[in-house]
């Protein structure tokens, strides 16, 4: 093949390309394919395979067949167009140029301490410019049909670097690729060609010491991150070659929504991420122009979400003689809620302080966003461990020195079931107020759909028949007459859900060995367990006497006993309902959450901390009632908080969503 050709078909070669180089060697193999590129059109490629893929006899076989494949379909007139020989398939092209130059720095150059640069960003046909190591096609295909184009978002933030993180409109069309103008964004385009810019450029400036740099670039539309890109940079005292610059995408929103006609608005998105420190960061955006990052360490992390998810568990077990409380219209007593919001509210508030205690403009930002319910998404890139107890944020102020002065909103005397959406009495609120819908996840949706690398998609829709059958796990050393009425209230599901109990592992893998399984849940207990070799213990759901399910099992039996597209076309939902168990944390859940991701299913629901039998089986029977019927997995799950609020509870903010929260079942 000559580089003429080669040039053409890049982006669908090179994804295919990467899959044969190990991650390490991809920085060095992209820098031989840029040289490459830059010879003249009728240069071989062949002879250059060796060096590309580093001797690899089977990846130089591979990628020969690869281009001969190409050469022919390039033979085929379709291709033979000319002008735009890529169309459809755009990508993000991110590279860093000189403070007053267009020119990319090559991927291998350094840049210098304490210097202005510009972050360069387009999105079109792949580029030899850019440094993204695992180009990924830009998911337009999937967003909602238009036949004029895009006004995106796109945001850069970073710790290291000085960089105004406002967000920046950026307009791609139907086809062909994006550009900058003086248009307002949302508006129809006046401006003329040659006004329009196909390059973002974004000012930053070096950190004033050498060594490594992270960036994040998102790009957003409606509010939801769309593709979003981690880029780090080796910061020398002068410009040099060396280690240079790269990045990486590492979320992409895709998937299903062509199917459903509307891409979901989210009025705030979160991304979180392992720092290089072992921090994480969070970054939180889509509130104004702005998007606000912070460092959490792993203990802070740890400690917060612990004690807030330890006194949500203790809210049903041991409930402690009511403090004095005052709240309208009756003496101090017994009031088990106002009790409750008492012990759970401060811990919230620690929480909120947490992320912006020393951020006051942000602070006001979030309030009077967040005054109204809203739909939170939080993202997490790459393979990330923790879960920050979003729900449990409490956003109205107390004062941790004066506990006497807490008091309870009126509405706590007048709730019934289900309680309504808002708090009726929010003009009410002010200092050292105790009101349930304080905490975000009373107030709002938050949805943390699983993070997704590549070409993986999320999922909009469970495709079931009708009725969709519900595998159940059932778990040993449960309540018998407990888990009898359980099953017996799931059996009220017909006609949209037909459960069937599977008592041992072996049955349940039966179970799921079906490619068009709907619906998974598991009742039983969940645990962990150290194993040699292993760095966390690791966790899994106990089923049968002494059998176990743990995430590395479900990969497993998808790549050895399954199809490759098992799955694929139906997207389950899975509901890890491990009531009282102890061990396992929202780490380890995590673990769950991406392997059933990782095996194409729509995502997870699952419990925060430690719920009694009784209570996880109200839950669930009331969610999968509200599933049933056809609402969302956020409608469903704002059913049941609300339910239980009117009547007096907020075990409602034990469940998370690890999926997209406009899920809903599609069996009609
Ligand atoms: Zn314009
Ligand atoms: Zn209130
Ligand atoms: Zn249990």
Excluded at 115 to 131: C, E, N, V
Excluded at 413 to 426: G, W
Aim: net charge neutral; charged share 20%; glycine share 8%.
């Amino acid at each position: 093949m000559k580089v003429l050709v080669l040039r053409r078909v890049l982006p669908e070669v090179l994804p295919e390309f990467l899959a044969l180089v190990p991650e390490e060697k991809r920085h060095r193999f992209l820098q031989l394919l840029s040289q490459l590129l830059r010879k003249s059109d009728d240069t071989e490629v062949e002879p250059w395979l060796p060096a590309l893929f580093d001797n690899d006899d089977e990846a130089i076989g591979q990628a020969t067949l690869l281009l001969q494949d190409f050469d022919a379909y390039d033979q085929a007139p379709i291709l033979l167009n000319g002008s735009q020989p890529v169309q459809g398939a755009r990508y993000v092209n991110t590279c860093f140029t000189r403070a007053h130059s267009e020119l990319p720095l090559p991927a291998t150059t350094c840049m210098a301490a304490g210097r202005r640069y510009r972050l360069r960003i387009d999105i079109g046909p792949w580029s030899t410019d850019s440094i993204v190591e695992n180009p990924v096609r830009f998911p337009a295909d999937h967003l909602p049909a238009t036949r004029v184009g895009y006004w995106l978002l796109v945001a850069v933030n970073s710790v290291e670097f000085v960089v105004d993180s406002r967000q920046r409109p950026f307009f791609l069309p139907a086809r062909g690729p994006g550009w900058i103008c003086q248009c307002p964004p949302g508006t129809r385009h006046t401006c003329r060609a040659e006004e329009r810019s196909p390059y973002l450029f974004i000012d930053i400036a070096t950190p004033a010491t050498q060594g490594r740099a992270d960036l994040r670039l998102t790009i957003t539309y409606g509010g939801g991150l769309v593709q979003s890109q981690f880029v780090t940079a080796d910061i020398r005292e002068v410009e040099r070659s060396g280690a240079g610059t790269r990045a990486r995408i590492d979320f992409t929103l895709a998937g299903l929504f062509d199917t459903v006609g509307t891409l979901p608005q989210r009025d705030m998105n979160v991304t979180t991420e392992q720092g290089s420190d072992g921090s994480h960061l969070l970054t939180i955006g889509g509130l104004s122009s702005e998007r606000i990052s912070f460092r959490l360490t792993e203990e802070q992390m740890r400690d917060a979400g612990g004690a807030a998810r330890r006194a949500l568990r203790d809210l049903q077990e041991q409930p402690v003689p009511v403090p004095v409380l005052r709240w309208p219209g009756r003496r101090k007593g017994e009031h088990r809620l106002v009790a409750d919001l008492a012990r759970l509210a401060p811990l919230g508030r620690r929480l909120w302080d947490l992320l912006l205690a020393d951020r006051p403009q942000q602070r006001a930002v979030l309030k009077r966003r967040m005054r109204s319910p809203v739909t939170v998404q939080v993202a997490r890139t790459g393979r990330i461990g923790f879960v920050f107890p979003w729900a449990l944020v409490y956003d109205i102020g107390l004062e941790d020195g004066n506990p006497d002065a807490h008091h309870a909103c009126r509405i706590v005397d007048e709730l019934s079931s289900p309680a309504p959406p808002e708090c009726p009495y929010e003009r009410e609120h002010r200092l050292n107020t105790l009101c349930p819908y304080g905490f975000w996840g009373i107030r709002h949706t938050i949805e943390q759909p699983p993070s997704v690398e590549g070409t993986h998609s999320i999922a909009l829709q469970v495709r079931g028949a009708r009725p969709s059958v519900m595998a159940v796990g059932l778990g040993t050393g449960l309540d018998r007459q407990l888990t009898e009425q359980h099953l017996a209230r799931l059996a009220e599901l017909r006609p949209s859900i037909v459960a069937e109990r599977h008592d041992s592992r072996a049955a349940l893998v039966d179970a799921l060995a079906r490619p068009d399984l709907p619906l998974i849940y598991f009742y039983c207990h969940g645990r962990r367990q150290r194993l040699p070799g292993a760095v966390e213990p690791v966790p899994y759901l106990e089923l049968g006497p002494g059998e176990r399910i743990t995430p590395t099992d479900l990969t497993a039996l998808h790549d050895q006993a399954w199809a490759a597209s098992h799955w694929a076309n139906t997207s389950p939902l899975v509901f890890i309902n491990s009531c009282h168990s102890v061990e396992i944390t929202p780490g380890s859940l995590t673990q769950f959450v991406d392997a059933f991701s990782g095996i194409y299913a729509a995502g997870v629901i699952g419990v925060e901390t430690v719920v009694t039998q009784s209570l996880a089986s109200t839950i669930a029977e009331r969610f999968w009632v509200s599933f049933g019927a056809g609402r969302t997995v956020g409608e469903a799950l704002t059913d049941v908080k609300l339910t239980l609020l009117g009547e007096g509870s907020l075990l409602g903010l034990a469940y998370t969503a690890y999926c997209s929260a406009n899920l809903r079942l599609a069996n009609g």
